[in-house]
């Protein structure tokens, strides 16, 4: 599992014209949130997820540094299968090492329940759709998280 934090001072994504997720940290009252794009490959367990939100949860790279465990920051979790790209040949991707949605969805599902457990507030993409991402990247700050 991949997943790649940027810290944002504001995120929004939508499919279509409808907006299905966004975060404004300034009225949670906090200067950040965390944008986190979740890439799952086929050996990925639900293990995996629980561990990867624990670590985003308590990554101290907000104000201070702190993290969104201590300051209450919101997270918008959007799946992103491109992150296991395999570009190492030729021009075009290769998206095998991404695992199919049937095993993909339930995990970034999970990562995103684990992250409500641990107390985040959490807002989603729509896993599969095509989706439209506005963010003001504050730092700018991005982090590639792997287990």
Do not use: C
Request: without cysteine.
């Amino acid at each position: 599992m991949r997943v790649l934090v940027q810290r944002v001072s504001s995120a929004r994504v939508s499919v279509g014209r409808e907006a299905v997720g966004s975060i404004d940290p300034a009225a949670a009252g906090v200067p950040h949130g965390l944008l986190a794009l979740v890439g799952v490959t086929h050996d990925d367990t639900e293990a995996t997820a629980k561990a990867l939100a624990d670590k985003l949860f308590r990554l101290r790279i907000l104000d201070g540094e702190r993290s969104a465990a201590d300051l209450g920051a919101p997270i918008l979790v959007v799946s992103q299968f491109t992150l296991y790209a395999d570009t190492a040949k030729g021009r075009r991707p290769s998206w095998s090492a991404a695992a199919p949605g049937p095993v993909a969805e339930p995990l970034v599902d999970r990562f995103a329940a684990t992250l409500r457990e641990l107390g985040a507030t959490v807002a989603m993409g729509r896993f599969g759709a095509h989706m439209h991402i506005e963010l003001v990247n504050d730092g700018p700050v991005t982090l590639l998280l792997e287990a």
